[in-house]
């Protein structure tokens, strides 16, 4: 197991070079660069930006040289420590980055932990009590949760939130607590406001996990391993829950991997109606700028988390389900 | 303008415009700031202003203390937006009407007869945020140390060269300094007057120089224990600030001379609200002698999603706003919600002259669609199949009207011709004006061919943002089928358009067109001089900028522009500098190159019901970053 989870990382270090090349090259494929937007955004306030500002800033970001070189200067600052500046905020990329990816991570986390409460329980009544009352209620509602676009629900609590209860709209902290350094309050705080983001997000991957919790189960309940244990005697609850639940558990762990790149880009739309200081809106603006390291600093952490989260879904799999093997 | 002209005519009189001085006046200053002159924490009002502060004429009334101005940001690059209301407080400032340069950091000018020297004097005893002293060695030290200092400026700013040569200052006494250009310079003082023009008075000496390697010798040891930072300039502008960057207000130790300076609530990338609070050695006083500004505090949320910032507008979150709450469509919502929300509109006059204009590319690759192009019976006969009307029924909700381009009717440089030839919609005449043009074939589905058999045909991207250009195009697209002229139009993203445009591989371009309030700051749809929006002819431009070694020669027409803009920067005479510009508009009337649909529509924005002194209406623009020239230090909530 060690030896297998060593080789594991070893092996994550070319790849995720691999990865930053790719991305980096890819984050420069569209036409133009930052100064190209940059010129397009002043022209739109009708500034004229002067030939010898845009060489001074081309000179400036390093903008003039081959993109290779660009490339491995980036990475070999990375390696370093350094993210290098971001065009656009014209700061530190380290500045930017880690408070929102620890606040991406905690929301990624709490969604999580929401999802699962909420599908675990209810996938495994709706298998038990198929075609119950139950069971077309919540296939119903879960469905509901699965049509609305999160961005839509989002838009409809806020708007709720303003005209009946007159609250302000969106973010993760109150206006004393967003600038504040951290402390018991502010986190008190963070979590009054959470719960909010983490419903609109969890909805969708609630409903499509309670379907997918739903069949595993139904596929594993009729298997004569289960006639087996019940034949000996096992209650009803312990014998869902030690066996067929174990196996159906199956698709809830080999998913943690993309739980997060899939809340940082698919989540983008309902982080920025929310306000959410999170990392999806600043990496959208990133890509959309062409602020290059600033995107790649993003796309090559979350390939990192993505990797990591492949790796303990693996781990997690070899200790529940022991039909896997991982020579 | 008029108010430097007579500057320049009678050559070196001191003048203190709109500032008297009021020797016996009593100051005072807002409560929160008698707190702390109690605590020992400040000095007195007094010792705070300059000898000599700012009186401003309020336009309603004097005001009370107290009380948050709430407004909102986009998510990045909408740095300007707090620009906007913090003001861009240079030498000197717009007056309210967009009409003239008054003074404002600087309190008098002079300029010598030929505008190649500018002298200005300082108002003395006056105050950076931090209490340290404002003088001529503030200003010495960019001129010296930064403009002229190719670390720092690689090229020369062209803001603040002429002919390639950078601006020489020169330190006369502790509140007088002078500027010397190479050459001629008309053209200066109003250029100081645009919102990018501060850099003279942004960066403090005391505080700025422990980045500058002059000052500071062990600077690289600062350079290597900042991350990114590779080079004291970037350094420099990581710490200090710079002109046009959201790091200008990231940074609550660097002092400024703004009304509000920031709090550790900062612009940073992480951001979700910026909050400034004012500014204790603010310099000007009202009439009474009340020490500026009235509000307390600036707050400004971030808000990235359009959506979410109009429901904190109908929710009454936002006290004073246009930018992104002035589109059409959002009207009618904000309108329904104002009782509820407690505000009203406040009214804006676009600078910009028109709001969709058509860049027929003049100096387009393929030969024949040049030649077409080029005919100005061609580009009338397109401009008259445009039915006008229509389009802004549906497009623009009836707001608005047919317009070509150039300064609206109220404007000194008003060109009729330029302004209104050729809005009237008649397809037959626009028929038989390309028929005499020898675009008189046609193919099978009854469109028009070039001379070589080609389809006379326009393949158009637009900048997908901006959806109701799309809209438009769609219905130009039908009113030219009936001339027998083809569109295709496609949405794409803004620097995908951009670099078309600068490869010079479009048809036409669409744009919003400056000029109407500004045209002499914004000519660039009458003459080919900006590289990243004189679309009709970008590589005439290139030749322009670069002196004649790029690009492509353009016409006799378009080289007597030139030499009259060259004349036109060159002197100081109003009179003279309108009657050069008044050449180029009719010379531009007379080659119609661009092709407007509408007249930019008037905006609105949302102001707090209880919000006081902030005009009715004022201009709306960049070069006029509204509403900073109306003077937001002003404006005070009346007590509920």
């Not at chain 1, 993003?298 to 799999?317: A, E, K, W």
């Not at chain 2, 002059?214 to 710079?242: H, I």
């Not at chain 2, 990235?304 to 246009?322: H, K, S, T, V, W």
């Not at chain 2, 060159?570 to 003279?576: F, K, M």
Request: charged fraction near 20%; hydrophobic fraction near 45%.
């Amino acid at each position: 197991m060690l030896r297998y989870i060593v080789k594991r990382i070893i092996w994550m270090i070319p790849f995720l070079f691999g990865i930053s090349l790719v991305s980096f090259l890819l984050i420069q494929a569209p036409p133009g660069d930052y100064l190209t937007t940059y010129i397009a955004t002043l022209a739109e306030s009708n500034e004229v930006l002067s030939q010898e500002a845009i060489d001074n800033l081309r000179e400036r970001f390093g903008l003039d040289q081959p993109l290779l070189v660009q490339y491995f200067k980036w990475i070999g600052n990375i390696v370093q420590g350094d993210f290098g500046m971001s065009f656009e905020w014209r700061q530190p990329v380290s500045d930017l980055i880690w408070e929102r990816m620890a606040l991406t991570l905690l929301l990624s986390f709490a969604t999580l932990l929401f999802t699962w409460a909420v599908a675990f329980p209810i996938g495994v009544y709706s298998a038990v009590r198929k075609y119950s009352v139950g069971d077309y209620v919540a296939t119903f509602v879960g469905f509901i949760g699965l049509a609305t676009p999160n961005f839509l629900l989002a838009l409809i609590l806020m708007y709720i939130g303003v005209v009946y209860f007159g609250s302000s709209v969106g973010g993760l902290f109150s206006p004393e607590y967003q600038n504040a350094p951290w402390s018991m309050a502010k986190f008190l705080d963070l979590l009054s406001h959470l719960w909010l983001p983490v419903i609109v997000l969890g909805t969708s991957a609630t409903a499509s996990l309670i379907r997918i919790m739903r069949a595993n189960l139904l596929d594993e309940l009729d298997k004569p391993y289960v006639d087996t244990a019940r034949a000996k005697g096992l209650s009803e609850f312990w014998l869902i829950v030690k066996y067929p639940v174990r196996v159906a558990l199956n698709p809830f762990i080999s998913t943690i991997g993309w739980v997060l790149p899939s809340l940082v880009s698919g989540a983008v739309i309902t982080a920025i109606v929310l306000s959410l200081p999170t990392a999806g809106p600043l990496m959208l603006s990133a890509l959309k700028s062409q602020d290059m390291y600033l995107a790649g600093a993003f796309v090559l952490l979350l390939s990192s988390l993505t990797v990591v989260g492949m790796l303990l879904s693996d781990i997690l799999l070899v200790l529940m389900d022991p039909r896997v093997k991982y020579d | 303008m008029k108010h430097v002209g007579r500057l320049a005519r009678t050559s070196a009189v001191a003048l203190l415009c709109s500032t008297t001085a009021l020797f016996a006046m009593d100051f005072s200053e807002a409560p929160m700031l008698t707190e702390m002159v109690e605590a020992g924490q400040l000095p007195p009002v007094e010792e705070r202003l300059p000898a000599n502060p700012e009186v401003i004429t309020p336009i309603e009334s004097v005001g009370v203390y107290g009380g948050t101005i709430r407004r909102a940001l986009g998510g990045s690059n909408d740095h300007n937006s707090i620009l906007r209301f913090v003001g861009p407080q240079g030498l000197v400032r717009w007056n309210p009407e967009f009409t003239a340069v008054v003074p404002n950091v600087a309190e008098a000018w002079e300029v010598n007869e030929d505008a190649t020297e500018f002298t200005f004097t300082l108002r003395e005893g006056m105050k950076w945020s931090d209490g340290e002293p404002f003088t001529a060695d503030d200003v010495m030290f960019f001129v010296e140390d930064l403009l002229n200092n190719e670390e720092f400026y690689p090229n020369a700013p062209a803001r603040f060269a002429i002919e390639g040569e950078r601006m020489q200052a020169e330190k006369i006494d502790d509140t007088t300094v002078r500027f010397t250009f190479a050459g001629p310079y008309g053209t200066f003082m109003n250029e100081l007057a645009t919102p990018l023009a501060q850099e003279p008075v942004i960066w403090a000496k005391h505080y700025c120089q422990q980045f500058h390697p002059t000052y500071n010798p062990n600077v690289q040891d600062l350079v290597d224990a900042t991350e990114a930072v590779e080079d004291w300039a970037a350094l420099f502008r990581l710490r200090c600030g710079e002109v046009e960057a959201p790091n200008r207000w990231s940074n609550p130790d660097r002092p400024t001379l703004d009304p509000w300076v920031v709090t550790e609530q900062a612009y940073t990338a992480g951001a979700t609200q910026v909050v400034m609070e004012r500014n204790p050695y603010f310099w000007q006083v009202d009439t009474e002698g009340n020490q500026l500004p009235y509000i307390d505090v600036f707050n400004n949320i971030v808000s990235q999603d359009n959506q979410a910032l109009l429901l904190e507008a109908i929710a009454g979150n936002i006290d004073l706003q246009r930018r992104r709450l002035d589109g059409l469509a959002d009207r009618p919502v904000i309108a329904e919600n104002r009782d509820a929300g407690g505000y009203e509109f406040y009214n804006l006059t676009p600078s910009a002259s028109n709001d969709m204009a058509i860049h027929l590319n003049m100096t387009h690759k393929d030969p024949d669609m040049r030649a077409a192009i080029n005919d100005r019976s061609v580009r009338e006969a397109l401009s008259i199949a445009i039915d006008r009307e229509e389009i802004i029924d549906i497009v623009y909700q009836g707001v608005g009207e047919p317009w070509q381009i150039g300064a609206v009717p109220e404007h000194p440089l008003y060109n009729e011709q330029l302004g209104r030839q050729h809005t009237e919609y008649d397809p037959d005449r626009a028929n038989e004006l390309l028929d005499a043009a020898g675009l008189d074939q046609r193919d099978g589905e009854g469109f028009r061919l070039l001379p070589n058999g080609e389809r006379f045909a326009f393949n158009v991207n637009y900048s997908a943002e901006t959806t109701r250009w799309g809209d438009a195009l769609e219905i130009i697209r039908e009113q030219w089928q009936e001339i027998g002229v083809d569109v295709t139009s496609s949405g794409v993203e803004r620097s995908i358009y951009y670099s078309r445009g600068e490869a010079n591989e479009h048809d036409f371009m669409v744009w919003t067109a400056p000029g109407g309030l500004d045209p002499t700051l914004s000519p660039r749809n009458v003459m080919a001089v900006h590289p990243q929006a004189s679309w009709f002819a970008i590589p005439w431009t290139r030749w322009y900028l670069s002196g004649g070694t790029e690009g492509e020669e353009p016409p006799a027409s378009m080289q007597r522009r030139y030499e009259l803009f060259e004349e036109y920067k060159a002197t100081g005479d109003p009179a003279r500098q309108q009657e050069l510009f008044a050449q180029i508009h009719q010379i531009a009337a007379d080659e119609f190159e661009v092709i407007g649909i509408t007249k930019a529509p008037q905006m609105t924005g949302v102001k707090n019901t209880r919000l006081r002194n902030v005009p009715g209406a004022m201009p709306a623009s960049w070069m006029y970053p509204d509403p900073a020239p109306t003077l937001p230090q002003t404006y005070f909530f009346a007590p509920e």
